[in-house]
């Protein structure tokens, strides 16, 4: 999720006539066909893969990578770049001689759909971004290896432990479909609250512990001409960060699980969900927003946060590699938990925290042992180190970056948060389940802003959306527990 | 024709036939194949699930509303930008004063011919990042810059003119009249000169206005070239995918807010396709959106038969 929802908007996004020429393409593969019928959707698709790449096993290569085999990587170029996954490939190819295609692309969707169709994917792929092939389609599909081989292996670090146990708990969770581990999210993100470090010094405001502090310093900023909260108007996603994480925080895990598991009093009939989004229209009707914040991409409202046009933004920690151009030298960029709510069961430290950026291994990848290897590979903290180098973020392994290495402003306020939160740190899984369901409550959550609807029919659209899902018989094999 | 010219003239027919059916007749079958399935869009397994997609398509408000927008698209989008075409293509090849020399173009019309032409020649995707500028929601849009400065609108309310229900439409065709006036404008304007200038000079000497010249003599003489500009620009409406999915509010993926109010049929369905992994149902719309145009250009084209003027 490093890089959710608008990470990248190439204009018209996988166009119409790619889609047209694929059509076309798979037409092509199915003319032979006879009947009509039979043949009415008849791409490539089948054949199993033959265990091409497989050599050797041995201790330090569990799953018998072949010397000189070959390995195809794609890699989403989004906010985190690819040169991580270039440094990799470069140790991978001097340490195991297997040389690798590199990819890097926005077009997940675009490049590999045909791939996936034809039966021909890649070995590797970070599966993320706008256009990224949703993993519960994926699966669904049957196109996804169970992870569960890479993780049950011995670390790369430590020979002594399994890879599972040498990660951050719960990072794993969200790439599980039915009880399997078909994703592995890679980057540890921690999601919040953004302020610049040195405006805040400047105006003597004090971070906001709770949501009465929180309103004030935007009344303040008001005041002074700077605008309160800044959001990415233009995907709802970014406000959905903050109202999503103040109901959780206000009713805890529980109103977490609520959603996830489709409660019919997910947010009707919820207090949690009530304070959270009366609090957030609050900010709306006092006019505490950044003027204009709801129809700007992200980009565009991020480069006037580091303006210093507002005091707060919302957002993930990608943030600060993201906005790595637009931000001045001394804007000493910081992460705030989102303020309380009175009467909040979570405590200020909690954090909505968890893994992102789907890394994927094709059940019909060509060289499986080179990929469960090159994901092992991942794991290590040599490699993890070089991620955090290179992407400015943390990965999901424990104590994942050399101690010599230093952060910049943002990311190493983050460390800090996670560690302030220890274990209350909280994760919505229902955006990696539902993508209809989360596309109404952003929809929803859009009209809010605008002042279109108020917090009480917000609640309704957006039970009204977790009920429709809920009578889908597909829903009933997810639970967030 | 003599025997032996039936093979040579079938040979060079047979691959475009066969090209066409290949690649725009069997995806049609397909797509149509498809719709009748709960494929998900990532594997080749689904279910056969009969005329259920299109039944759900019909209690779809989403896209009910989205044709409902293309049909607006359709109506607004060529009617305005051939009213403004032909009203310039006439100023610029018949408007201007009489002299002693008979019909002319207004002053400086040359110029003026380029320079609509100009918005032509850019790219959908630029075009998009262009009126991303002018209507930005800030007081960084130019539209909102200037009338903040004008004191029309408060710096701290600007217009989220892509943003606003009642607008979004509008400043959407705004952007297709501006990009198509100028290719109209040029298209009437060669048309226009193929009309023989006795015809205009015995007009004027019969004392005939302006306007009355426009309607009895230019606009019958044209006829044929605004009815192709009215098929291009439907096709046109009935498109519209990059601009609505780059400059609206997202929806979960290609743009069509705030609130679904400017999604139109490809939006929506590229989002089921893609998004969702609904793909077997937008293949349904796919279809219905086939049907639709068909439909629509078989209409346009009766609508607008006339009796053709021979000069």
């Known amino acids: ?481 | 024709m003599r025997k032996g010219q039936y093979r040579f003239v079938a040979g060079f027919l047979f691959v475009p036939v066969a090209l066409y059916l290949i690649f725009v007749i069997w995806p049609y079958i397909q797509t149509f194949g498809y719709s009748l399935t709960d494929w998900k869009g990532q594997s080749q397994t689904f279910k056969f699930v009969g005329l259920d997609n299109y039944r759900a398509l019909f209690q779809d408000d989403v896209f009910l509303e989205a044709i409902w927008h293309n049909i607006l698209f359709l109506i607004f989008i060529p009617v305005i930008t051939i009213l403004l075409a032909l009203f310039f293509a006439f100023m610029v090849n018949a408007g201007g004063r009489g002299r002693a020399g008979g019909v002319q173009g207004v002053a400086g019309s040359k110029f003026y011919k380029i320079v609509y032409f100009f918005p032509q020649v850019l790219s959908l995707a630029i075009l998009a990042v262009l009126f991303n500028a002018v209507y930005r929601s800030d007081g960084g849009g130019l539209l909102n810059g200037f009338l903040i400065k004008l004191g029309l609108v408060g710096a701290d309310n600007p217009v989220e003119w892509l943003n606003e229900p009642d607008i979004v439409l509008w400043a959407l065709i705004l952007v297709v009249v501006w990009h198509g006036v100028g290719f109209y404008l040029v298209l009437f304007s060669a048309a226009m000169q193929s009309v023989p200038r006795d015809i205009y000079e015995a007009a004027l000497i019969d004392g005939a206005s302006r306007s009355q010249s426009f309607f009895r003599i230019t606009l019958p003489l044209l006829w044929d070239t605004v009815q192709t500009a009215w098929v291009y620009l439907g096709i046109v409406a009935m498109d519209m995918f990059v601009l609505v999915s780059s400059m609206t509010q997202n929806m979960g993926a290609y743009g069509g807010g705030p609130d679904h109010h400017s999604d139109v049929m490809s939006t929506v369905m590229m989002r089921n396709f893609l998004y969702f992994g609904k793909s077997g149902y937008a293949c349904a719309m796919g279809v219905v959106m086939l049907l639709l145009t068909l439909v629509l250009s078989v209409v346009t084209l009766r609508a607008t038969r006339r009796e053709r003027i021979e000069f």
């Not at chain 1, 599972?164 to 078909?182: M, S």
């Open chain 1, 1 to 481: 999720m490093g890089s959710t929802s608008g990470e990248n908007t190439t204009p018209g996004g996988v166009g119409r006539r790619d889609l047209i020429k694929r059509s076309a393409a798979l037409g092509l593969i199915s003319v032979p066909a006879m009947s009509f019928l039979s043949a009415c959707a008849s791409g490539g698709g089948g054949g199993s893969s033959d265990d091409e790449g497989k050599g050797k096993t041995s201790k330090s290569n569990p799953f018998g990578a072949e010397k000189g085999g070959k390995l195809d990587v794609v890699i989403f170029k989004g906010g985190y770049g690819d040169d991580y996954a270039k440094a990799w490939e470069a140790d991978y190819q001097k340490k195991l001689g297997i040389t690798s295609t590199h990819t890097g692309t926005q077009e997940i969707t675009g490049k590999l759909q045909p791939r996936f169709n034809a039966g021909n994917p890649p070995d590797i792929v970070d599966d993320s971004g706008a256009q990224q092939i949703k993993v519960d389609v994926l699966y669904k599909n049957g196109q996804l290896l169970d992870l569960a081989e890479v993780l049950d292996a011995p670390s790369v670090d430590d020979p002594s432990k399994k890879v599972r146990d040498t990660l951050i708990p719960g990072t794993l969770d969200p790439g599980v479909q039915e009880g399997k581990v078909v994703a592995l999210n890679y980057i540890y993100t921690v999601w919040g609250l953004w302020y610049s470090g040195k405006l805040f010094k400047e105006k003597g405001w004090t971070a906001p512990k709770t949501w009465d502090d929180f309103l004030a310093i935007c009344q303040d900023a008001k005041k002074q001409g700077i605008g309160g909260l800044a959001h990415q108007g233009k995907y709802p996603y970014y406000i959905n960060v903050a109202i999503m994480d103040l109901i959780a925080k206000k009713g805890g895990i529980d109103a977490v699980k609520a959603i996830d598991n489709l409660d019919p009093k997910a947010f009707v009939g919820s207090d949690a969900a009530q304070a959270g989004i009366e609090a957030i229209y609050e900010v709306v009707e006092k006019g505490l927003l950044m003027p204009g914040t709801n129809g700007l991409t992200h980009t565009e409202s991020q480069t006037r946060w580091n303006q210093y046009k507002a005091a707060f933004i919302t957002c993930g920690s990608w943030l600060e590699n993201e906005q790595l151009k637009q931000t001045p030298s001394d804007f000493d960029m910081k992460f705030l938990p989102m303020p309380l709510l009175s009467g909040s069961t979570m405590p200020f430290e909690a954090i909505r925290a968890g893994s992102g950026e789907p890394f994927i291994i094709p059940a019909k990848a060509k060289n499986l042992p080179g990929a469960k290897e090159f994901m092992r590979h991942m794991l290590s903290k040599e490699w993890s180190t070089l991620f955090a180098k290179q992407a400015n973020s943390l990965t999901i392994l424990k104590d994942g970056v050399d101690s010599g290495v230093t952060l910049r402003p943002g990311t190493q306020s983050t460390v800090e948060a996670s560690k302030a939160a220890g274990s209350n740190t909280f994760r919505y899984i229902y955006p990696d389940w539902y993508s209809e369901m989360d596309t109404a409550i952003q929809n929803a959550s859009n009209e809010l802003m605008a002042k279109r609807i108020q917090p009480k029919e917000w609640l309704k659209r957006c039970q009204a959306a977790v009920d429709r899902q809920a009578k889908d018989p597909a829903s009933k094999k997810n639970h967030h527990d």
